[in-house]
């Protein structure tokens, strides 16, 4: 079975301060994939990275960063210089290697990030 | 160039009366999946399908749910004789078959069982 743990439920951080999202995941599977979405108020998923099982390589993009640490199965989702658009809430996901295949996420319970001026 | 439509975007019923959920995926999207997100909680897996195989249900919470999918494009859910504790926020996602996972989810149908 899958499992996605993101322990903190909630963090209230204020602008320009940069905050980290943990992430950590459960899997029996030797290949799968990690995905971090967010949630802004208005409901709809947006898709911000996915990360293959064999690729520790961390990934930056802008303000955004994530470091992938198979040892310690965790994919923790770094946000720089937070902004108060950056308020939503965040989800960290998993599926299995799904080459041929559709396959379903398992998500974690999600992150409640609330940046104030 | 539409993402995932659904409709309705909000639905208010009363307890026991059944309701449908229905999901346009994206053109060209072979993979559908169901999610249900109760308040303040991730989501969870209710169904998915795939092309012409039989549909994964292995996430429908009880016999009062079920799913259709016509060919590779609208899906329906439908929920019998609603309670309570249906009440949420079901979203749909369309992917590629094998696209690893990636899969673009629609704004979701509220509802709330009163």
């Known amino acids: 079975a899958q499992k996605v743990t993101q322990a903190q439920t909630e963090i209230s951080v204020v602008e320009k301060e940069d905050v980290t999202l943990d992430c950590v995941y459960e899997?029996?599977?030797?290949?799968?994939?990690l995905f971090w979405y967010k949630q802004p108020p208005s409901g709809e998923l947006v898709f911000l990275i996915r990360r293959n099982s064999f690729d520790e390589q961390n990934e930056i993009s802008g303000r955004y960063s994530w470091n992938f640490q198979k040892s310690t199965s965790s994919f923790n989702f770094t946000i720089t210089a937070s902004q108060v658009v950056d308020s939503a809430v965040y989800f960290c996901a998993l599926t299995r290697d799904s080459t041929g295949t559709a396959s379903k996420l398992t998500f974690g319970t999600g992150t409640r990030l609330q940046v104030t001026l | 160039g539409a993402g995932v439509s659904q409709s309705p975007s909000n639905k208010v019923t009363e307890k026991g009366k059944d309701v449908e959920l229905r999901c346009d995926p994206i053109s060209g999207h072979t993979a559908l999946y169901w999610y249900r997100q109760r308040l303040g909680q991730g989501l969870e897996f209710l169904i998915y399908f795939q092309g012409n195989s039989a549909p994964d249900k292995s996430g429908l919470p009880s016999d009062r749910f079920s799913a259709e999918r016509t060919g590779e494009s609208v899906s329906t859910l439908t929920i019998q004789r609603t309670q309570q504790e249906d009440s949420a926020v079901y979203l749909c996602?369309?992917?590629?078959?094998?696209?690893?996972?990636?899969?673009?989810f629609g704004p979701g149908t509220r509802l709330t069982v009163l």
């Open positions: 996602a369309s992917s590629f078959t094998g696209d690893r996972g990636e899969q673009f």
């Open positions: 899997t029996r599977d030797t290949t799968y994939y």
